[in-house]
Nanobody, 123 residues
């Protein structure tokens, strides 16, 4: 069982930056691949980024590639999402998720979810 708690969301102007954190409980955090997803009002949940259990491999949606960076610190049981050059279309609730095994881009394949943190980018 893994419990996830996101933090770091807020209101930022276009072009600004935010760093999201996701703190995980449990002693087996390092065995889970982690993902970030987002959901805007009236839209489906979409993949943002994922990272392997070791942190060696990362994967990004085309819409955020070059602007967002996912990383993890297994000693702190935390995964991060550094978001730079934010755009109004990045506005959404951001969720972190965990799954055993390799990372995936489909939200259906993740077993554990946080409660989400709101990111709002003003133009």
């Amino acid at each position: 069982q893994v419990q996830l708690v996101e933090s770091g969301g807020g209101l930022v102007q276009a072009g600004g930056s935010l760093r999201l954190s996701c703190a995980a409980s449990g002693r087996t955090f390092s065995s889970y691949a982690m993902g970030w997803f987002r959901q805007a009002p009236g839209k489906e949940r979409e993949f943002v980024a994922a990272i392997s259990w070791s942190g060696v491999s990362t994967y990004y949606a085309d819409s955020v590639k070059g602007r967002f960076t996912i990383s993890r610190d297994n000693a702190k049981n935390t995964v991060y999402l550094q978001m730079n050059s934010l755009k109004p279309e990045d506005t959404a609730v951001y969720y972190c998720a965990a799954r055993r095994g390799t990372y995936r881009s489909s939200w259906i394949e993740y077993d554990y979810w946080g409660q989400g943190t709101q990111v709002t980018v003003s133009s």
